[in-house]
């Protein structure tokens, strides 16, 4: 009776963890290996959801700044650069754009950060749109408008 009981239970586990296993992977994804790791990969897509995040950082580090919440946007521009860093990897063919953005764009950002002072920020906040606006050029991507009371600029 012992062994019975103990033979039903590890078929039971069994029948668990094999189940995980299935479920784990996912019923919409098929395929061979290779094509597995295709439909995986489109789902990062390219650049354009690099954007996505990198817009939403660039208005969350403009609030911070007028919040005088440094530290905030402390965390904001280091997630700008890690967001267009990760872009990059899926799509390394707007390295070119980009490589001013994240050499002298975003640096002078943190530089200013670090003096902690709203009307060094507004001022430099200014100047790293400026930087948004010309890689969008040079990129030849649609600009978006973007409006709130320290600027009048377009993206």
Not at 17 to 43: D, F, R
Not at 44 to 53: I, N, S, T
Not at 61 to 88: F, V
Not at 97 to 105: I, K, M, P, R, Y
Request: hydrophobic share 35%; glycine share 4%; proline share 2%.
């Amino acid at each position: 009776m012992k062994w019975s009981i103990s033979i039903i239970a590890l078929l039971l586990l069994w029948s668990c963890e094999h189940n995980q296993e299935q479920n784990a992977q996912g019923k919409w994804i098929k395929g061979t290996e290779q094509e597995k790791l295709e439909i995986v990969e489109s789902q990062f897509r390219g650049f354009d959801m690099a954007m996505v995040e990198t817009g939403y950082r660039y208005q969350e580090l403009y609030w911070a700044g007028q919040d005088e919440n440094w530290e905030y946007a402390d965390y904001q521009i280091e997630k700008i650069r890690k967001g267009i860093e990760n872009g990059l990897k899926r799509s390394p063919k707007r390295a070119k754009s980009a490589e001013h953005f994240l050499t002298v764009a975003i640096p002078e950002m943190e530089k200013a950060l670090e003096k902690r002072d709203i009307l060094v920020f507004n001022k430099n906040f200014q100047i790293f749109t400026n930087n948004c606006i010309s890689c969008h050029a040079m990129e030849k991507v649609p600009s978006f408008t973007i409006k709130n009371h320290f600027t009048d600029n377009h993206l």
